[in-house]
Every structure is written in C-alpha cells, then in structure tokens.
C-alpha cells in the first residue's frame, strides 16, 4: 500500500511568488493533517481535514495561507505571496481513526520550502 | 514556556549502548505520548504510543510515562546503527477525534542519535 506522498520535494521560490503543495494521503484516510517545521524549532501543527471539510485550522499562521482538499482525495496548500519566514519543512500526515479510535498519524516525507 | 522540552542533542553512541531519551512537558492535558523517528529527508515514522503511566516495551524499545512528573522517555536496547535517525516525541489531548482539536500532535524538538560501529 503506498504511502502518503507529497509534492513538489523542495521549491524555491523568491519573496512574493505563490507555491502550491500537494499531499496525497493514504487511500481510505479520512484525515489529513498539515504540519510545519521551521528551521531550529519544533514540528507546528497548521490544519486539519475530515474528508473535504476543515475541522481544525488553529494552527494556520495567517491568511497567506489557503488550504484545499477538494472531494476529499488530495489536498493543497497554497502560500501566496510568500515570505521569507515561510521557509521549512511541510508535512502531511494523513489517519483513517474512526470515532473513539486510536488516531495513528502517518506522515509523508514532507516539501521543502525556500524562499528567497 | 515551550508545551513539549526535548534535548536536541546531538547524541552519539557505540554500537550495543543503551540509549535513552526523553522530554518533559507542562501541560497536564497531555494523555496520548508517541515517539516518532525520523531519517534524513524522510517523514516521522510512529514507533510507539501509550496512554497511561508505566512501560510499554516492543523489541529492542521501551517508552516510559510519568504523568505526576510530566516526563517521557524512550530506551533503546542494543543500539545498532540503523538506529542512527532524529527521535521525536509527541503529545496529544486525546488519541482519538473527539472533535476539536484534541488529538493535533504537539511535537518536542527532536534528538539527533548517532549509533557508531
């Protein structure tokens, strides 16, 4: 069974563009996380999907930030305009835990973000 | 005051040491504790998770929970060095989708672990 895959691996874009992530979760998973790691600091949670609606976007850093996950499959992570704090490592995690079970999180091996 | 304290480290090892790592935490919510590893350019891997204070053990590895403390650890047992990978802890509320935001994982920084031959 093939994992959670995400693309592009690294981009590098100037200050100002716009960059769109994508996460493919694990076929089946009705959950997909998105979680950030910034240079030196600790993995963030930004967001959460049940199927195509958002659940929880706590952890969304501002409104540069606009995630999708449109009939409930794939999703994307737009930033536009970028900034340079915007640099790091996005993960996607995604989870199938039905009500009252264990949510066992599988992540993917996550989007490098530079921008310059 | 940081949720989740974790030594980055670095830690360095011979091979067959034992290895422990941990991470303290302050919010008393906390109920579900997971360890992650992490290889270079890979995503976090789950490796173990529990619940209640006390030990779980599974092979070479045993996580540890002190709630009254708000201390975890991980022991690895006959270190090899395919153990050589970054360990994170993690946290949350509740280990199932409650609603909310109860089960978001809070992360600790990472221990980077080397396993040397």
Redesign the interface.
């Known amino acids: 069974e093939a994992g ?1 895959t995400q693309f592009p691996s690294h981009s590098v874009i100037e200050k100002g563009q716009t960059v769109t992530l994508r996460c493919d979760p694990i076929s089946g998973h009705d ?1 997909l ?1 998105w ?1 950030r790691r910034v240079m030196g ?5 930004l967001l ?1 999907f ?1 199927k195509e609606s958002k ?2 976007e ?2 969304m850093p501002n409104n540069r930030f606009l995630a999708e996950r449109t009939g409930g499959t794939y999703s994307t992570l737009k930033v536009q305009p970028a900034e340079l704090e915007d640099s790091g490592v996005y ?1 996607c ?1 995604s989870s199938q ?14 989007t490098r973000l530079t921008v310059l | 005051q940081k949720e989740v304290e974790q030594d980055p480290g670095p830690l360095s090892v011979p091979e067959g040491a034992i290895v422990s790592l941990n991470c303290t935490y302050s919010n008393s919510a906390f109920q579900y504790f997971m360890w992650y590893r992490q290889y270079s350019r890979k995503g976090p891997e789950l490796l173990m998770y529990t619940y209640s204070s006390g030990n779980k053990e599974d092979g070479r590895f045993t996580a540890q929970v002190d709630k009254s403390s708000k201390y975890i650890s991980l022991f690895i047992r006959d270190s090899q060095p395919s153990d050589s990978a970054t360990y994170l802890c993690a946290m949350s509320v509740s280990p199932w989708n409650s609603g909310g935001s109860n089960y978001k994982l809070t992360f600790g920084k990472g221990t980077l672990l080397t396993v040397n031959p």
């Open positions: 959670v959950n996380y979680y600091k600790e993995i963030k949670f959460h049940v659940q929880d706590s952890g993960f995690a835990a039905l009500a009252g079970e264990t949510d066992t999180q599988y992540f993917g091996p996550g």
